[in-house]
C-alpha cells in the first residue's frame, strides 16, 4: 500500500548514490559538521559493474583521510609495479614510494565501498540503502530543498534539504530530473568484458595493448586476479555475443598466451561481467541547491581505469564547496574538475579509439601520464573549513 510520511528534519545535504563518490563526499561532508544522509537503491556490501585498478591519486586520497590502513586490513595485496606491454615491447614502472603511499591496491568495490560507507557512518552520516530517489523537489523560485525516496516497502518520505548531490552513477536520476546539461560527450567507447581468476602471481598490474585491444590483470582480495579484455563497442556482440569465456580467452591469447593459460587452467569464478561501453560525458554539476559528483558529471572510458580516482578526488573539491555554501563556491567546484576532467576526457577517448599503432598510444599513455601528475599536483586544498553556524 502506498504510504508517505513528511519528516521535518531538515539535512544540510542528502547524498544520492553510496559508493566511492557519494560515500566519500557523506563522510567529508559529516567530518565537518555536516548533516548528511547518504542513500542508494542497493544493498549493503554489493559488488558494482566495474574492474577497481586505483591509481596514485586514489590511493593518497586514501592515504590523507586515515582509509587505506582498513584497505590493507581487507587483505588487499600491495602492487609495487605496473607493466606495460605494447605489443611485445614491455616497460615495467616501479611505484615510487611517494606522496605518502608506497604501492597502489585494488580492492573489490564491495571492499572500498564499504569502507567509505563505514567512515561516513562514523562520521555521523545517516545511510539508507535499499532505498531509491523518487524525484528531487523544488521550491516556488526553481532551487531544490529535498528529495522524495521510496524503500523497498514501498514506503515514501520526503525530506529537506539544503543541499541534494547525486553520486547516482552514469545514467544519473538527479541529473536527469534538475536538467543538467552534457557539454561534451566522447566520440569513443569500448566494451570490456572481466573475472576473478585464482593462481595467478602478483605481479602488479599489467596492462596490454595491441591495436584493436586492450586487456590486463590486476591483483585484489581473497588471492583473486581480475583479468579483463576490452574491444571496440561495436564488436561486443561478435567477440561475446555466442560464447563469452572463449571470446574472452581468445582476446587474451592474442595479449598474453601465458595470462591466457593461467585464466582458461583456473576459470572464472563467479561468471564473468560485461560491459558494452558508454560515451564519456562532462554534465552541468551545480545548479541552485544540487549538484553532481563521481560519473553522474563526469564519465570517461574505463580503458584508462581513472574515474574512481577522479570521483575521490572530486569528492573532497565537491565537499569543500558545499561547506563555503555558496552558488559560486559550487561553479568554482566545476570549473577546477573540469581543469582536470578535460585534457583527461579526451586522451582517454584517443585511447579508446583502440585504431592507433604501438608508438601512438605510447605517445597517448605519456600525455595520460601528464595529466595524472598535473592532477596530482593540485590536490584538493588543505583542511575543510568549518561549518558555518546557521
Ligand atoms: C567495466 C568498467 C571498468 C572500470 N574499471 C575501472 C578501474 O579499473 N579503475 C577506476 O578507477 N575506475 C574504473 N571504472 C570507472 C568506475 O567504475 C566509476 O568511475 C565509479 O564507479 C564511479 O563511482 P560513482 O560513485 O560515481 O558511481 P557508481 O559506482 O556508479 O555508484 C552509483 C550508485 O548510485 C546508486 N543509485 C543510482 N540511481 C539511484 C537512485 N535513483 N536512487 C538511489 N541510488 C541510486 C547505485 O545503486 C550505485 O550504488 C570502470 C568502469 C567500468 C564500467
Known amino acids: 500500500m502506498f504510504r508517505m510520511t ?6 544540510d545535504a542528502i547524498v544520492v548514490g553510496a559508493r566511492c563518490a557519494g560515500a566519500a563526499t ?4 559529516a567530518r565537518a559538521g555536516a548533516k548528511v544522509l547518504l542513500v542508494d537503491r542497493g544493498a549493503r556490501g554489493a559488488d558494482t559493474q566495474s574492474t577497481h585498478a586505483l591509481m596514485r591519486g586514489a590511493v593518497v586520497q586514501l592515504h590523507r583521510w586515515g582509509l587505506l590502513p582498513a584497505v590493507i586490513a581487507a587483505g588487499t595485496p600491495p602492487v609495487t609495479r605496473t607493466t ?3 605489443g611485445t615491447d614491455v616497460m615495467p614502472i616501479d611505484i615510487k614510494p611517494r606522496d605518502g603511499i608506497n604501492a597502489l591496491y585494488a580492492p573489490r568495490r564491495r571492499v572500498l565501498d564499504g569502507i567509505l560507507v563505514d567512515a561516513a557512518v562514523a562520521a ?7 532505498t531509491a530517489l523518487e524525484s528531487v523537489e523544488t521550491n516556488g523560485q526553481g532551487r531544490v530543498r529535498g528529495v522524495r525516496l521510496r524503500d523497498r516497502g514501498e514506503h515514501r518520505v520526503m525530506l529537506a534539504a539544503d543541499w541534494v548531490i547525486g553520486a547516482d552513477g552514469v ?3 538527479v541529473a536527469k530530473q534538475v536538467g543538467a546539461d552534457t557539454y561534451v560527450q566522447s566520440a569513443h567507447r569500448t566494451a570490456t568484458v572481466y573475472g576473478y581468476f585464482a593462481g595467478i602471481a602478483n605481479e602488479g598490474y599489467r596492462w596490454h595493448f595491441r591495436p584493436g585491444l586492450s586487456a590486463g590483470a590486476i591483483p585484489t582480495n581473497d588471492g583473486l586476479h ?8 561495436d564488436q561486443f556482440r561478435t567477440r561475446f555475443g555466442t560464447d563469452p569465456f572463449d571470446g574472452f580467452l581468445g582476446l587474451l591469447s592474442a595479449a598474453d598466451v601465458a595470462l591466457a593459460t593461467d585464466v582458461y587452467a583456473a576459470g572464472p569464478q563467479d561468471g564473468l561481467h560485461r560491459f558494452g561501453g558508454i560515451r ?6 551545480h545548479g541552485p541547491g544540487w549538484a553532481l559528483v563521481g560519473d553522474a558529471g563526469y564519465f570517461k572510458d574505463p580503458v584508462t581505469a581513472h574515474g574512481i580516482s577522479d570521483a575521490l578526488l572530486d569528492a573532497e573539491r565537491l565537499a569543500m564547496a558545499v561547506m563555503r555554501g555558496s552558488d559560486r563556491a559550487l561553479a568554482e567546484y566545476q570549473a577546477e574538475r573540469d581543469q582536470f576532467a578535460r585534457p583527461m576526457l579526451s586522451v582517454t577517448d584517443a ?4 585504431d592507433w599503432d604501438l608508438e601512438e598510444v605510447k605517445r597517448l599513455h605519456a600525455v595520460l601520464n601528464h595529466c595524472m601528475k598535473a592532477e596530482l599536483a593540485h590536490p584538493p586544498g588543505g583542511a575543510l573549513p568549518a561549518r558555518q553556524a546557521a
Open 6 to 11: 513528511f519528516s521535518r528534519s531538515r539535512y
Open 226 to 233: 581480475c583479468v579483463f579484455a576490452g574491444v571496440p563497442s
Open 26 to 29: 557523506a563522510m567529508l561532508l
Open 280 to 285: 564519456g560525458h562532462l554534465r552541468q554539476s
Open 84 to 86: 606495460f606491454h605494447y
Open 351 to 354: 585511447i579508446a579509439v583502440l
Open 171 to 173: 545514467g544519473s536520476a
Open 124 to 130: 555521523g552520516a545517516e545511510i539508507r540503502f535499499g
